[in-house]
């Protein structure tokens, strides 16, 4: 907290062996303390509806407006949503309670879903969207590349480039 700057937006990611609430709790406490957090919801980590409402409520209570829907890696889904569609239409349901809905963008493709699956679900997911955020990106061709696809493709939601820190070589 000492080291960043309160106007630096921040996001908190979430693991599947984790679950939603150390992020929802975390994502509730940097608000607290003035930043504007968007925790990763991820679909296959929510049982249900009822799940979902509680999350909603603890993070709109906590004054967070913002989210980053991803379908998670989890091999099973932990309930009824099975990707980010389907959890984006629930949201929808229970009255699109943010204002700012990341999606995830994939222009290195993503290691368990074939590439126009990916392209076919980012067209689905735009319209309950308000920006993409692409995963760590290693080759800015292959990114622009993808970028220009994706507007070509109908999706004309503003891209952020997700860029690689300091990570081990694993990772």
Do not use: M, N
């Amino acid at each position: 907290l000492a080291h960043v700057p309160r106007d630096v937006p921040l996001t908190v990611a979430t693991t599947h062996t984790d679950g939603p609430e150390p992020a929802v709790d975390l994502a509730a406490r940097l608000t607290g303390r003035g930043y504007s957090v968007a925790p990763h919801l991820a679909a296959r980590q929510i049982r249900d509806g009822a799940h979902l409402s509680d999350l909603v409520a603890r993070l709109r209570d906590a004054g967070v407006d913002s989210a980053f829907v991803i379908g998670g890696d989890a091999a099973e889904p932990a309930g009824s949503f099975e990707d980010a569609l389907a959890l984006l239409e629930a949201l929808d349901d229970i009255g699109h309670p943010f204002q700012r809905i990341g999606i995830a963008g994939y222009p290195e493709g993503h290691a368990l879903i074939e590439r126009d699956l990916l392209e076919k679900a980012l067209v689905r997911k735009a319209p309950y969207a308000t920006h993409v955020i692409t995963q760590i990106c290693f080759d800015a061709g292959a990114t622009v590349e993808w970028a220009r696809q994706t507007k070509q493709g109908g999706v004309t939601l503003p891209i952020r480039v997700g860029l690689p820190g300091a990570v081990s070589r694993q990772k």
